[in-house]
């Protein structure tokens, strides 16, 4: 499906540090209000920009319908979490607060993310108190969910890393979000950091895709994740995408990004 999508660049949604939080807004041309996800990029928390993927995954996803503010975020070279997740919630409060002058439906928003991006976008379903900083809807794409034994699950799976990664990153990407050598300097802070510990917590639907020849992030994660608000009475469902790897190709073909926004759209329109 192919729109014209109009983009506003570099909008300041925040500040943190003395330096400027920006997004990109990316939306279908025209003049009807539009319901609106926020994006958040993968990269282990390390590397990554909003501006990644706009044509192969973001712009797919508009030609739906959607409007999606790609949003940058404090990357763990400059600060470690919560700032990552803090972050996040200052961008849904900024769509919250400012998406009607932009033509963005603000009731309900949605958040969507791969890998990293993934995990905060669960994070805005699952913890905060505050209403307007917490997402409606989440669509995840291969997350890590349970931080505490995703290098483990990793060498235990005994997969393939992704093409683009080449050796293990030294500290794991899951220590380094949480500032630690080692995520076993401080289970109880990982604990705290995952997922998979606030599924009784969720607010509104999740979507959860995965490859299952992941072999960065198995796809245990997105199963035991899964099971869990399945077992607590959430709305979740799972896509495994067969043979697919970490950030594969498989993830930009039409029935993914169909899949991925038909559910938002649903999701973000219900009443």
């Known amino acids: 499906m192919s729109v014209s999508v109009r983009t506003i ?5 925040g500040s943190a540090g003395g330096a400027p939080l920006r997004l ?4 279908p041309a025209g003049d009807a209000t539009v319901p609106c996800v926020a994006y958040f990029h993968g ?11 706009v044509a192969s995954r973001l712009a797919p996803v508009i030609g739906h319908g959607l409007a999606v503010c790609s949003v940058s975020y404090r990357l763990t070279d400059v600060a470690t979490h919560p700032a990552q997740l803090e972050d996040a919630r200052a961008a849904l409060a900024w769509v919250r607060a400012n998406g009607a002058e932009h033509g963005l439906a603000t009731d309900r928003v949605g958040a969507w993310g791969a890998s990293a991006g993934g995990w905060i976008a669960l994070m805005l379903a699952l913890t905060g108190e505050d209403p307007v900083q917490r997402a409606d809807a989440v669509c995840a794409w291969f997350p890590p969910t349970d931080l505490e034994s995703v290098t483990a699950e990793r060498e235990a799976a005994g997969l393939a890393l992704p093409p683009f990664l080449v050796g293990r ?5 899951e220590a380094r979000l949480l500032g630690l050598n080692s995520i076993r300097d401080n289970l109880e802070l990982a604990h705290e950091a995952s997922p998979l510990t606030h599924a009784a917590r969720a607010r509104g639907p999740i979507l959860l895709i995965h490859g299952d020849a992941d072999g960065l992030i ?7 994740l899964h099971r869990a608000l ?7 469902e799972l896509l495994v995408v067969d043979g697919a790897n970490h950030e594969d190709g498989p993830f930009h073909r039409p029935a993914i990004l169909s899949a991925t926004a038909g559910f938002l759209l649903a999701s973000l329109s219900a009443r």
Do not use: C, F, T
């Open 24 to 27: 990109d807004l990316h939306r």
């Open 43 to 53: 990269g282990g928390w390390a590397v990554g920009s909003r501006k990644d993927n």
């Open 218 to 224: 198995n796809v245990s994660q997105s199963r035991r």
């Open 9 to 13: 660049e570099d909008i300041d949604y």
């Open 230 to 236: 399945r077992e607590a009475g959430a709305d979740s």
């Open 169 to 173: 990153p030294v500290p794991d990407m």
